[in-house]
């Protein structure tokens, strides 16, 4: 069975930083990229950033771009993404999810909080 664990959310103050972590167990199958994704209330989800598992290379999505960094730890099998400089509009849920052929996520973590105050 594949589980995505989470963890390091939280609430923050505004130009707090938190670093989100996120581990997969179960996964027998190669994993092609991993990514962050976050939802606000009444909005819909979204990219953050995300890694491609065989050579680093990352996206970040334009609106934390310079304040977030997406990375790997390919031994762990874990990936984390560091926020830094956290503003009220980064207050989310954020999900880690893997993708195993480059396309559609295939499986989701249950999500952490982050809540930034002003």
């Known amino acids: 069975q594949v589980q995505l664990i989470e963890s390091g959310g939280g609430l923050v103050q505004a130009g707090g930083s938190l670093r989100l972590s996120c581990a997969d167990s179960g996964l027998t199958f190669s994993v092609y990229r991993m990514g962050w994704f976050r939802q606000a209330p009444g909005k819909e989800r979204k990219i953050v950033a995300r890694?491609?598992?065989?050579?680093?290379?990352?996206y970040v999505g334009d609106s934390v771009k310079g304040r977030f960094t997406i990375s790997r730890d390919n031994a762990k099998n874990t990936v984390y993404l560091q926020m830094n400089s956290l503003t009220p509009e980064d207050t989310a849920v954020y999900s880690c999810a893997v993708s195993l052929t480059g396309s559609q996520y295939a499986y989701w973590g249950q999500g952490t909080q982050v809540t930034v105050s002003s």
């Open positions: 890694v491609k598992w065989s050579d680093g290379s990352t």
